[in-house]
């Protein structure tokens, strides 16, 4: 299989290209990466010198980028996008760009091509908030950020592109992911990071809201499971069914670091906050996939990366990354977000 992975040189895409190209010696990979702030070339050192490898910078919104590629490969993997909940709710306009109208240029180009499997990443956060149970395939989208609203936005074109062109599509939704690799600014490698500067761990409102922890090969092993054997016009679940809340993140890593609990810091709340994202993936189960890493192990595995890769995120946490840091945390009862 020819591949084309956009975004590939960013946190889960770098992870699947490393996967692919490992576990499928038949397998080719180009991947289109437009290397934003959160993109890095680095994460693909381990593939550079593969033959089956190929780098190009470029946007998944420019047609005459990806028009070409397309022509090149038998699928796309769309891992391209603006991911970052706090940014979106700051600067939505990249996320409508990448996430939104990005995804309308490579199902055209998928369809020009004449493509047999095209496949969205996309994220439990379209499904919303979730009081009860846990999300199922068909279950209504009700994104609440402007994040997950240019995911499910990016989604709905897909299907659109099913059902008008019969583009073999499929879509996944992974639930929030962890592990190497990580830019510094989600919850998990940003509170590993901050302990280890000894700086305050901040967590949003009362540290209650909860999420469905995944690691980052079993996110990828169920993304490859879904290509190769999903069928084309389903949607699958990937999540690992573990709740965990943020007050449980902070006293893990703080546990893990061996650094003081006075380090947590509750900050305002970030508006619009989902309280709960909760994922039934019996449908992937049923196809063979079942995660390997609960949350304990993989946070293990996680912080000890981040101990020993301080040349890796080090240079990340400067500049730019501290004016965004500056203007979205604040105090609690400042009003402000
Ligand atoms: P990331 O922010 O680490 O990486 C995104 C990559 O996309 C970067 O390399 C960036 O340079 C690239 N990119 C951004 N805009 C681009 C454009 N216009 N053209 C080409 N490349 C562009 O994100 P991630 O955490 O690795 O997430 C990857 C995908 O998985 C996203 O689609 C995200 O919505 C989805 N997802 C993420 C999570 C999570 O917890 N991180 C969970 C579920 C789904
Ligand atoms: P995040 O890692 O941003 O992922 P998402 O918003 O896409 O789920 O946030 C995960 C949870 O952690 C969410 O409930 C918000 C919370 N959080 C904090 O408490 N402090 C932080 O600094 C960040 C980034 C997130």
Known sequence: ???????????????????????????????????????????????????????????????????????????????????????????????????????????????????????????????????????????????????????????LLVQAYRASHGLPAIVTRGSNTYGWYQYPEKIIPLFITNALEDRPLPIYGDGSAVRDYIFVEDHCRGIDLALREGVPGEEYNIGAGQEISGTTVAETVLRLLDKPAALQQFVSDRPGHDRRYALDSSKLRALGWEPRVDFGKGMETTVAWYVEHREWWSPLKSGEFWEFYRRNYKPVGSGAP
């Open 1 to 155: 299989m020819r591949l084309l992975v956009t975004g590939g040189a960013g946190f889960i895409g770098s992870e699947f290209v490393r996967m692919t190209l490992r576990d499928h010696l038949e397998d080719s990979v180009i991947v289109l990466d437009k290397l934003t702030y959160a993109g890095n070339e680095r994460n693909l050192d381990p593939v550079r010198v593969d033959p089956r490898f190929r780098f190009v910078k470029g946007d998944i919104a420019d047609q005459s980028v990806v028009d070409p590629l397309a022509s090149e490969c038998d699928v796309i993997v769309n891992f391209a996008a603006e991911s970052h909940v706090d940014r979106s709710l700051e600067a939505p306009g990249q996320f409508i760009m990448t996430d939104v109208y990005g995804t309308y240029v490579l199902l055209e180009a998928a369809r020009s091509a004449g493509h047999e499997r095209f496949l969205q990443v996309s994220t439990d956060e379209v499904y919303g908030d979730v009081a009860d149970g846990r999300s199922r395939e068909g279950d209504p989208l009700r994104p609440r950020s402007p994040y997950s609203a240019s995911k499910a936005g990016g989604e």
